[in-house]
């Protein structure tokens, strides 16, 4: 598998339309099979009041299909799960980060938004 056990993922939903709902999942993946990982992690979704990510309080599970289009990143083995957040860099630019050895630009289009 391109995807092991024990390795840290960083799930972006894709939106069919501007107005969906923007939803991220970072975790830990506990299974992987041919068509899904089950992961074990945080869930984050977009606050348009706040132009932010906000991360769901308590862990879940999520069995994450691989054949759904979603967008997989995988962030290094160090990251630290409990402080993964969002934030924008010096640019403006959307990022996610454990602020240690994990940091991902995820900006679509420009700056934090």
Known sequence: M???VGEIVHVID???FEA?????FVGVVEQVDKLALRVVGYAFIYDTSDSTFIRRDEKRTRVIPLTSGL???????QTDLENVRYAADENGHATVT?????TLDITEFGPFR
């Open 2 to 4: 391109v995807i092991d």
């Open 14 to 16: 894709r939106r069919g």
């Open 20 to 24: 969906d709902l923007r939803r991220h």
């Open 71 to 77: 967008i997989i990143n995988v962030a290094p083995p």
């Open 98 to 102: 454990d602020g240690g050895v994990f």
